[in-house]
């Protein structure tokens, strides 16, 4: 069995304390063996975590990889005159390769950043799955169905391929790839849709992700069509349960955060999207304490702008404190654990820990810099001075998908231009230029 | 006359537009002598701007610099708790030596991350002078003076110090260090001293820097004890005016914001700190609206917990948008202006602009990296999703203090060490330890 060892770091242990230890990874199995004391372990391959910190691989619980080649390309618009003056006009034209050539870019970003699990949200996932089989994470991949302003044909049509893809790219790239069935959300997917498939979705045993309650606007149709709050209907038409997790979670009343609980329903906190399309702040502070399992998403680069899990948990336990009006809401500890343990909980593999028998996802920080000095707390920093760029090491399923911050096999400069590339072709596509 | 060239690279115009130019500098004189197409000039040295983004120094215009010493020291607490508990136990302990070591290491952090002015509040002033005139920024510093809890002499003794230290440290550094009078705050100065101290202040010609309206403890008080909003009294007292600044004004009204607007005074918006201590949301659109000019600050690294203007800036427009309930409130080239013109505007230099004429004070962005691709909108990744870690070169007052990441003559490693060695040492005194 190939062995690689982690050697010569501090380790994240899964109580949030820090520790001298290496840690030995079984790489066909992608399971990390043991975690002991340094040089208690010998190996094939080694890691040099000298003076690094290792901790669990980031997990991006929603997002919208293929977006990144809308960054930049439209801010400082709320939520609604985004979507409809901006970005479905260049969405109309993304060709398949399009989506090939930005999820390969996010996902670059996202391994350059620490990241080595993410649940996807989008289209053309064949190619977004051909893209994590060869950049290396692991991922929740599915087909986005949305039924509002289709016929009943292409409706049920969307639906089906939402279903298809689930049952189908399950299990790719080596069983990095798992699935979810994805209604869009709660106002883009009409009700007899979802009381036809999501029935059909359970019973082939699949996970559900949705958007749900990011704004205002995705509240009150509910309740004027529906006479019930949102999570309500969701439950009603069979969205909430321990397999599902829905996006957002902005806007909810008390009872809506019991019924989460209640079904084991996950929620992805997306804390700069909804700072950036100001749709508001999600109660995270009271999610988790009434039992709800929290993860964090960046959300799409077109509303973050970027893919660093790291500024995305800072701003967790910011906005946290701010929701609640309270200092002491979201410390460091929740927010690092709702990046790490939480999403993978949500994902549904047992991950988000550095410890035997979890999968081998793991990144090596390096704490040796100014803004990580002194080093009183290094959860904190973790939490509140760390940023994408303190990456040095990168390890998905067993393997070495990022060494001294290079992809191994990945020629970034040439990703970097074919992005750039088809991503003003797109605009000017869009323009109607071309 | 010794000559620097920054070439090959694009510049950030002070329109917010972004073009290919190169930028002589005026070494001696610390000036900015041209900005035109590439080859139109020669110079004696050259700074390699090649596929670089060029973008005047940043400036952080409400900081505590040698506060780095507390990074991760005390997390998660409001501000009461977390200043009795934790933070003035530690700085009752702070030597002079203490705090030259943390102002150096915070200084080099921000060189790091393209900042190039400060505005610092804070006491053993010299000591944090030298460091300024060995790490190469330029910085507004000044004695914070606090009366309250102190007999009467000593509050005089406090107050006549805080002159003292602006009156004697004005132009040290090279001229890189001027000074501003800083009565802490309008809690923390008894009346009778801001009204003695203030018009001295002012016949001196020196500018004023003072805390204000960070949190409703620090307006009801106030309210309570003079039947007057916070600002308007701070307006009685003489402190308001074109030579006044003043960090948070996160709790403020209508009224107050006219006031600001009326007599010239800026304020300084500390996003992170804000959302960190829970103190609430500056209302950053309206000031704007009204014509107050508003500077960005770090505050400092205990309650942020790193000294990042990129981070700052897109937490600036992403709690701007949350604030004004709007998306378009604080767009990205309004949150890249309040960090460099109008952090200029309020330290007093003429700076903050890339431009003949102004001083000589930017910094160099490496843009050629995945999470800055596709390149669509440079301003917007300035706000979104640059971070400190893609600056390549700083230069301030002409002269090249960062070049490809190294600070020359900075042992960086050696200082980390000692920041470390001193913070421990400084804990375990506060904790009665040695």
Request: glycine share 8%; net charge negative; no cysteine.
């Given at each position: 069995m190939s062995e690689l060892l982690v050697s010569g770091g501090q380790v994240l242990r899964p109580d949030m304390t820090v520790e001298r230890a290496d840690v030995l990874v079984d790489q066909e199995g992608g399971e990390i063996v043991g975690v002991d004391d340094p040089g208690a372990f010998g190996a094939d391959d080694e890691l040099d975590a000298s003076d690094g910190l290792v901790i669990p691989g980031l997990v991006n619980?929603?997002?919208?990889?293929?977006?990144?080649?809308?960054?930049?390309?439209?801010?400082?618009?709320p939520l609604d005159r985004w979507l409809e003056e901006d970005i479905w006009p260049v969405e109309a034209e993304l060709t398949a390769a399009d989506v090939r050539v930005g999820a390969e870019l996010g996902l670059v970003e996202m391994v350059k950043s620490g990241t080595t699990a993410l649940s996807d949200m989008y289209f053309h996932v064949p190619e977004i799955a051909d893209a994590v089989e060869e950049i290396g994470p692991r991922a929740v991949l599915g087909h986005t169905a949305i039924t509002v302003g289709k016929d009943d044909d292409a409706a049920r049509a969307d639906m089906e391929r939402s279903l298809e893809v689930a049952r189908e790219l399950d299990g790719a790239a080596n069983g990095r790839v798992t699935t979810t069935f994805q209604p869009h959300s709660l106002t883009t997917v009409g009700e007899e849709y979802l009381r036809e498939f999501v029935p059909t979705a359970r019973e082939a045993g699949l996970r559900v992700h949705f958007h749900a309650n990011e704004t205002t606007d995705e509240v009150d149709p509910i309740v004027a069509e529906h006479g019930v709050r949102p999570l309500e209907y969701a439950d009603d038409v069979g969205?909430?349960?321990?397999e599902s997790f829905c996006a957002h979670?902005?806007?909810?009343?008390g009872a809506e955060i019991e019924l989460l609980a209640g079904t084991g329903t996950g929620v992805v906190h997306c804390p700069a999207s909804n700072m950036k399309l100001a749709s508001g702040m999600a109660p995270v502070g009271r999610y988790r304490e009434a039992g709800v399992t929290v993860g964090i998403g960046t959300d799409g680069a077109g509303s973050n702008?970027?893919?660093d899990m790291f500024d995305e948990i800072r701003d967790a336990a910011m906005v946290g404190k701010l929701a609640a009006d309270?200092?002491?809401?979201?410390p460091a500890a929740a927010a690092v654990e709702m990046a790490t343990r939480g999403g993978a909980e949500l994902l549904g593999f047992d991950g988000g820990r550095i410890a035997?028998?979890?999968?081998a996802d793991l990144a090596v920080l390096d704490p040796d810099a100014a803004h990580l000095t002194?080093?009183?707390?290094l959860v904190s920093h973790l939490a509140y001075a760390a940023r994408g760029?303190?990456?040095r090491h990168t390890v998905c399923d067993g393997q070495v998908v990022m060494r001294d911050r290079e992809l191994p096999g990945v020629d970034e400069r040439a990703l970097r231009d074919r992005a750039n590339e088809r991503a003003y072709d797109l605009v000017a596509r869009a323009d109607g230029g071309t």
């Open positions: 619980a929603h997002t919208h990889v293929a977006m990144t080649l809308f960054r930049g390309y439209a801010d400082d618009k969205l909430l349960g321990a979670g902005v806007h909810v009343d702008n970027d893919l309270d200092a002491s809401a979201v035997a028998g979890a999968v002194p080093a009183h707390d760029s303190d990456v």
